[in-house]
């Protein structure tokens, strides 16, 4: 199997082009090339010399993943359908926004957390992503040198695939890199409290909480995480460290019409996030196949906003975006498993 160049740090190169006998000021020539430079071939490095890249290409491939499909909603939002080995399918969302586009990306193929709500854990856990796959969802779709954001929010859990996460992120913020400033992304996760500190440590990106419920009991019911890492455990860690303006941390709070959109709700929340510089994204819930909560409302979802507001919690309603193509919920690519698994692909 030949070695992929896209998805590789700097210091992996270095260690490549050693064992390759190739100068060690190569290394940085062809990170230039992977993340620096709309090339799609090692032929296009042109400042490398023929032999080196005789050599490369015997020894390796470029990397880049073409796209299968896309659709496109009537907001705009595009939903990218990508390969992912073994005939499995991963999916990225362009959302564009007046000046801003912002990507989410997929982390793993399915998703092995099984919380009740997503449609993407029905899928089950099919495998990680590596580092190079998770940036292709930008590298090679039309607006990747238009995006402006990225959130980690895909397909799957981006903490249960810690190290490849880590290793985009360096590839995203490193000079030799993209470049990217922090702020300009974020990383989701259920609150895997041992790899959340990692994550804090070895990185500045911002921070996004699944939350849902206040209340431990219902929370484990949606979320079977909240077994192994309580949300008790997930706040005492996050109050361990300093957000301060350059660095956010939000709560992720999908809502259901009379299910955790209580007053009782509101007060609870008030009390667990009190001392916590951060805000609640409130998300209205679309009802799945097979799943038996509740779906939402705009005017429940809009009540329960005002009354976080007056307990002096940030809150915002994040906007519904690409319904028609299933756009939040991870069921596109499973569709396209099954009819490709049915079609004896």
């Known amino acids: 199997m030949p070695e992929i160049l896209y998805g590789k740090t700097l210091d992996e190169l270095k260690e490549w082009v050693k064992e390759l006998g190739m100068p060690g000021f190569t290394a940085g020539q062809i990170a230039d090339w992977l993340y620096k430079k709309d090339i799609h071939s090692i032929d296009e490095m042109s400042n490398l010399s023929k032999k080196n890249r005789e050599l490369l290409a015997s020894k390796a491939t470029f990397g880049l993943i073409p796209y299968t499909t896309v659709q496109e909603s009537t907001d705009g939002t595009k939903k990218y359908l990508f390969p992912a080995g073994n005939h499995k399918f991963i999916e990225a969302a362009m959302i564009p926004d007046k000046d801003r586009k912002t990507l989410c990306v997929s982390t ?19 495998g990680n992503l590596s580092a190079g796959e998770i940036l292709n969802q930008m590298r090679s779709i039309p607006e990747g040198p238009e995006i402006s954001n990225i959130v980690y929010m895909g397909m799957g859990e981006p903490l249960d695939n810690l190290e490849a996460v880590m290793k985009s992120l360096e590839i995203l913020t490193a000079d030799w890199g993209y470049g990217w400033s922090p702020k300009r992304i974020t990383v989701s996760t259920i609150g895997i409290v041992p790899a959340m500190k990692q994550f804090l440590e070895r990185s500045d990106a911002h921070l996004a909480v699944s939350l849902h419920s206040p209340f431990d009991e219902e929370r484990k019911k949606l979320m079977p995480v909240q077994q192994v890492y309580p949300l008790k455990e997930v706040l005492s860690e996050i109050r361990s460290w300093d957000f301060g303006r350059q660095r956010r941390v939000s709560f992720e709070y999908i809502v259901f019409s009379g299910l955790n959109d209580t007053p ?82």
């Open 108 to 126: 793993q193929v399915g998703c092995k957390m099984g919380c009740l709500f997503c449609m993407t854990g029905k899928q089950g856990f099919q």
């Open 264 to 345: 009782a709700h509101v007060k609870e929340l008030a009390r667990i996030l009190d001392g916590i510089r951060c805000r609640i994204n409130l998300i209205r819930f679309h009802a799945i196949p097979d799943t038996p909560l509740p779906s939402s409302n705009d005017q429940s979802v809009l009540t329960m906003k005002e009354a976080l507001n007056k307990k002096n919690i940030l809150t915002t309603i994040r906007k519904s975006r690409g319904e028609d193509i299933y756009a939040a919920c991870g069921l596109l690519s499973t569709k396209e498993l099954v009819k490709r698994e049915n079609s004896d692909f």
